[in-house]
């Protein structure tokens, strides 16, 4: 059974680095038929799609946070990785990873999220 | 980005009842929709995916409809286990969720 888990800081400063790493076990990370993405969710809201990444490195993000993020991917630990710069106290949030389906005859080539980590809450604050 | 809306943010319903959400795209977006529900406290899970396919595992009473930029998701008998928020979430272009709607028991 495929399992993803979160860890990382749960405390960053304003203005600094976030960063993350999300290790799947119970499968490939190197499967061809999935990318492997981030999402988050502030306290009380909603859910806000970071980006995904192929296990060939290939990435995508959401345009509003393109500036300041990057995903990476360690294929021999089986492991991807989330780092957001120049976060403020609106990157406080939980930070989740999940498998994200691929399917090139989509439009968009993506289809669902299934299955994700626990989630960890990263705090944003001095 | 293609908007997705849904409606209503939350409900009270009482167990038995039959509960519809709606979620509107601000394009045509076919049937490129799935659906999520989130327990407190828990990540989302998976529930239904290309609009109205139902994963592996999940109750009959839970489906949904759907196309183009008007999709329906139905609890058809509410039972105390279904409390939690519920996602949109479409794949036509780079993912997009809508806000939610959370059920609670009446």
């Known amino acids: 059974q495929l399992q993803l888990q979160e860890s990382g800081p749960g405390l960053v400063k304003p203005s600094e680095t976030l960063s993350l790493t999300c290790t799947v076990s119970g499968g490939s990370i190197s499967s061809s038929s999935y990318y492997w993405g981030w999402i988050r969710q502030p306290p009380g809201k909603g859910l806000e799609w970071i980006g995904s990444?192929?296990?060939?490195?290939?990435?995508y993000y959401n345009p509003s946070l393109k500036s300041r993020v990057t995903i990476s991917v360690d294929t021999s630990k089986n492991q991807f990785s989330l780092k957001l710069s120049s976060v403020t106290a609106a990157d406080t949030a939980v930070y989740y990873c999940?498998?994200?389906?691929?399917?090139?005859?989509?439009?968009?080539?993506?289809?669902?999220?299934?299955?994700w980590g626990q989630g960890t809450l990263v705090t944003v604050s001095s | 980005d293609i908007q997705m809306t849904q409606s209503p943010s939350s409900l009270s319903a009482s167990v038995g009842d039959r509960v519809t959400i709606t979620c509107q795209a601000s394009?045509?977006?076919?049937?490129?929709l799935n659906w999520y529900q989130q327990k407190p406290g828990k990540a989302p899970k998976l529930l239904i995916y290309d609009a109205s396919n139902l994963e592996t595992g999940v109750p009959s009473r839970f489906s949904g409809s759907g196309s183009g930029t008007d999709f329906t998701f139905t609890i058809s008998s509410l039972q105390p286990e279904d409390i939690a928020t519920y996602y949109c979430q479409q794949y036509d272009n780079l993912p997009t969720f809508g806000g939610g709607t959370k059920v609670e028991i009446k």
């Open positions: 394009q045509d977006i076919s049937n490129y």
């Open positions: 990444i192929y296990y060939s490195g290939s990435t």
């Open positions: 999940a498998r994200h389906a691929r399917d090139g005859y989509l439009p968009g080539g993506f289809n669902w999220f299934d299955p």
